[in-house]
């Protein structure tokens, strides 16, 4: 109980700084769990292999890539998987596939702009905090001596609680932009991996019905 009154205290004492600096702390945590949910429903991969799940097929197939049916329906494997249409020109299913990509790295990464403005603004704010303190204190010295002790004191407790609160938001906001980011990068490069694998696919398969037509064409075989 002690714990909660003291920290009660000290958040009375950073004065009207520490409202601003707790709504960037709600912002923060919001736009974490948001992005954190969104990667976790929407840009997990599978168990298995995503590579046993491209059906080579065969020449009456009009989609090669076989998705798992599991995944929802914006999963970004689904969004690049029903891309890839067999009766489709190469050119155009990459052009899909790029303009695809963009638009989930585009998706994943919203909000991160303001989680990446949160961790400059919470430690400005925390030194704003600070000059607004020893301003606070500086007034309350007069010209033969310290005027008011207790008022000095807590001009300075002010200014070191607003700093210590913008520098820990900083610090968490950043810890979680770096991972989310990171985690966005490798996404993609797995998108990248799977849409050549499924390309790639394509192409032999394309090579097989050829080479198979080729084959049964009279004088193709020579005797």
Known sequence: MNDWTSLADALRLGGWVIYPLTLLAVLALAIVLDRTYALWRFARMPESNVAADVDAGHAGDTR???IHD???PQHALRRIGR???ARAPRWQIEARVQTAATAIERDMSRGLWLLETIVTAAPLLGLLGTIV???HSFRLIGGDGLVNPAGVSGG?????IATAIGLVIAL???FAF???SRRIDRLMDELESFSNECLGEMRL???RDTGVHLAGQPGSVRS
């Open 133 to 135: 303190g020893m301003m």
């Open 70 to 72: 599991t995944l929802p």
């Open 205 to 207: 398969v394309e090579e």
């Open 156 to 160: 300075v407790a002010q200014a070191l």
């Open 64 to 66: 090669i890539p076989r």
């Open 178 to 180: 770096n991972y989310l």
């Open 83 to 85: 891309l890839f249409d």
């Open 172 to 174: 968490l906001a950043l």
